[in-house]
DNA sequence: GCGGCTTTGTGAAAATCTTCACAATATTAG
DNA sequence: CTAATATTGTGAAGATTTTCACAAAGCCGC
């Protein structure tokens, strides 16, 4: 595959693909292209997904609802091992094939299952307090759903992940267009 | 407030919170900061936030059950109005006050219904046949989370949704520190 | 093996985005 | 009213990202 039809199926142009593939070396041939299945496998590496990561959702709310529901994580290269919450009514309950656990026992959870990554599904007030535990647990990255800067030690890495975000840029690409009739 | 105290609350800095604003008008007082009722209302103006806008979600399977379930769009501007899916079981189950349509209906209801922005929530070998639907009822606006370049008129404004990316994203760092080390 | 065709990998140029830094302006205290 | 202090709005500088464009490879047919 070439980088024009790469660029064909996604949201970037063919020197895009070439000039971002060319930060991590040299892939394709000259005239022919690039090998999918090489490129694949190679790729993964690069990123990571050539294992499995240990995740653990914090936050049995509607969001943390959502992200186990989808699904999609499984399927990549991330496995949700625990749930935690600190609402007593919902610790307990069954969610997929795991139960539902205080935060309080998030630090020894957390080591010993070998939790890597934490879903951050918690309302902005219950961050501070959440915070403390996953800094205990040495936790190493944080997919945040949260509203808010985290605040971490350099070692951690964090996305902030913000749906409504898109929504409202959509919002203001449509009023833009009503102001231009 | 000042910009100084919004780049603390956000992941920017006070020189790029003036700079943005700039790009819209003069919204602070020197030497005061900015009023927050004030610029929160005169910015929703500018986002298109100060109206409702009515939405329709296509695809009834998880992310769309995820979204839905979400309910963090109601409470911002956005009201789902109709829920549509091809899958027949699907068809006719009840979501929160909606029930699931057929998509052959898309094109009469969501006409009907004024609906200005679609959330495309289905398999990537479904789009084109769907799009035909959402290009011709005359759709404004496309929340798409489905791992695909939409091809769409230009009048209509999309924006791409992909949890799994930032996932990847922080493997990536990830696996970059391990190779520091 | 050679000429024609294709496509990469990459410097250099262009465009865009971020930070700097400071004059202009507003407030407050006395 | 003046001096001291705070903070904006914005050109200019700096940094980063994207695009351009083309030499270097590689394949194919004859």
Redesign the interface.
């Given at each position: 595959m070439s980088s024009e039809e790469m660029s064909?199926?996604?949201?970037t142009t063919a020197a895009q693909v070439r000039k971002d593939l060319s930060l991590f070396g040299s892939f394709g041939k000259r005239g022919l292209g690039y090998d999918v299945a090489d490129l694949s496998e190679r790729l993964k590496k690069?990123?990571?997904?050539d294992r499995r990561?240990r995740v653990a959702l914090v936050g049995a709310g509607?969001?943390g609802?959502?992200?186990v529901?989808?699904?999609?994580?499984a399927e990549?290269?991330?496995d949700v091992v625990a749930i935690f919450d600190s609402d007593p009514s919902k610790v307990g309950e069954r969610w997929g094939g795991l139960r539902v656990r205080d935060i309080s026992q998030f630090v020894s959870v957390a080591k010993d299952q070998g939790v890597?990554?934490v879903i951050l599904a918690i309302p902005v007030e219950a961050v501070p307090s959440v915070m403390e535990y996953v800094e205990e647990a040495g936790v190493?990255?944080?997919?945040n759903f949260a509203p808010?800067?985290l605040k971490v030690p350099e070692?951690v890495?964090v996305?902030?992940?913000n749906?409504?975000m898109?929504?409202?840029?959509?919002?203001?690409?449509?009023?833009q267009?009503?102001e231009e009739a």
């Open positions: 064909g199926r996604s949201a690069i990123l990571g997904l990561w509607r969001i609802s959502a992200l529901e989808y699904g999609g994580f990549r290269s991330y890597e990554i190493r990255g944080i997919l808010t800067k070692r890495a996305k902030d992940v749906m409504v898109e929504l409202e840029a959509l919002s203001f690409a449509l009023s267009e009503d």
